[in-house]
């Protein structure tokens, strides 16, 4: 829901900072890489029990990368492996974390955890296959910036994710309320997804 209006206020100085690393020889790929690892330290540190401002500063460290990829991309040049590493690197994130937090204390989140990655699967699942579709049929947007996929707009978007995820690192106890209600809307999303799937491409 936020993706649009985050890509007005970040995609300038992103594109900026990417352009900066493709002059000094960073690659696209080094970069996702780069976010993946920061991305794992940081459900390392939640599954050892870790959280604050410091655990939450790796996550969104993790994310910077995660945009600053896509900038570099465009510098220097984009490619299908790419654009398919981008996507594999985002949803081993996105799993990773609850992964931490059941990981950390099961008994007390492992159903709501286990809810949440079933939200998360299901809502991947709509995603990846209307872009599937998108890419079938020849649409092309750039609502949530310049893409190697189809991106739907939808109720829960990275945006709304990343700050889930901070505010799960800042208060670690509130995850398994949390996660039931962000499962439920993860979920809205999809069923809109498919709703919009089944007008757009009948």
Do not use: Q
């Amino acid at each position: 829901m936020l993706d649009g209006l985050m890509r007005g206020v970040i995609d300038a100085p992103l594109n900026e900072s990417g352009r900066w690393l493709a002059a000094r020889g960073a690659s696209a790929n080094t970069v996702t890489l780069a976010g993946l690892a920061l991305g794992l330290a940081a459900a390392g540190l939640i599954a050892a029990g870790w959280s604050g401002v410091w655990v939450a500063l790796v996550l969104l460290a993790s994310r910077l990368a995660d945009g600053l990829d896509g900038a570099v991309a465009r510098a220097r040049g984009k490619t299908d492996f790419g654009g398919f590493l981008d996507i594999v690197c985002d949803f081993a994130f996105y799993g990773a974390v609850p992964l931490a937090f059941v990981l950390h204390d099961p008994s007390a989140n492992g159903v709501a955890g286990a809810f949440l990655l079933f939200s998360f699967y299901v809502n991947a699942a709509t995603f990846l296959g209307y872009a599937i579709l998108a890419e079938k049929k020849g649409l092309e947007t750039r609502s949530r910036g310049e893409k190697s996929l189809y991106f739907t707009a939808g109720l829960m978007e990275g945006t709304e994710t990343i700050l889930f995820f901070v505010i799960l690192a800042l208060w670690p106890a509130l995850f398994a309320p949390l996660a039931w209600v962000f499962g439920v809307l993860c979920l809205l999303t999809a069923t809109a997804r498919v709703l919009l799937a089944a007008r757009t491409f009948r």
